[in-house]
């Protein structure tokens, strides 16, 4: 009697080559890289392609700035403030910019207390760079009045070029609003690694796998990479 033969059909298939062999992979399981959350290629995909929309707006500012026949304002004088009743260039931008690198610094020591699975540790750390970001929303708040109290708007500015209040809301108000969506955020994986959420797998919004703390590394890509598209806007529109 002829033994049974196993229905199996993974040999004769034909194996996919090239790109279509990445979609294969990545279609073919819940995680393509067994030691890698889906959270972390996801994250890297959002960023690259804010990347581009931060580098679009870049782009055209130096464009505008260069094709403008109107002078285009000093921004050492404009961002100005006066400090005991001298004019000091550009310090409330030079203290916004401390407070948001500070913050890559305890972001980083979060993500490696996470790790450590050192639960107020990383609260804290997260609270404190939490607090960094909100602090820098709130100087460019100020810095947003104190503009449009001098008369600047998206269509004009009493300085020069009219197109410097559009750059500067746009650009300036695209990445703010990166920042405090990045607050919220970091607020509320502070308040589920306090509560032992991650350690529990405790169902519900950003949880990640049990004992993990990847959440918060994902968070560090995100936070990091503010931090880093603020140092070209620094370089870019108030020291050029």
């Given at each position: ?34 030691n ?7 994250m ?27 002078p ?7 961002f ?66 104190k ?29 703010g609003?990166?920042?405090?969506i ?59």
């Amino acid at each position: 009697m002829t033994p049974p033969v196993a229905n199996s059909t993974a040999g004769s298939l034909p194996q996919p080559e090239g790109l279509q062999s990445i979609v294969a992979d990545l279609s073919s399981d819940q995680r393509a890289f067994k030691n890698v959350p889906w959270g972390k290629p996801m994250m890297w995909i959002f960023l690259v392609s804010d990347t581009f929309i931060f580098g679009s707006f870049l782009i055209s500012y130096m464009t505008v700035r260069k094709s403008t026949t109107v002078p285009w304002p000093n921004p050492s004088e404009v961002f100005s403030l006066t400090l005991f009743g001298k004019s000091v260039p550009l310090l409330l931008i030079a203290i916004m910019t401390f407070v948001l690198i500070s913050s890559s610094g305890t972001m980083a020591l979060a993500v490696n207390f996470g790790y450590r699975r050192d639960r107020v540790k990383t609260f804290v750390l997260l609270l404190m760079t939490a607090a960094m970001g909100a602090t820098f929303v709130g100087m460019q708040a100020f810095e947003w009045t104190k503009l449009i109290l001098e008369g600047v708007r998206p269509w004009s500015n009493p300085w020069g070029a009219a197109q410097f209040g559009s750059s500067f809301f746009m650009i300036t108000g695209f990445h703010g609003t990166h920042v405090t969506i990045g607050v919220i955020f970091l607020i509320i994986v502070a308040m589920k690694v306090l509560r032992g959420d991650l350690d529990k797998q405790r169902p519900g919004f950003l949880t990640g796998r049990k004992g993990n703390y990847e959440i918060v590394e994902i968070m560090g890509l995100y936070w990091h990479f503010v931090d880093l598209v603020w140092v070209f806007i620094f370089a870019f529109f108030y020291l050029w």
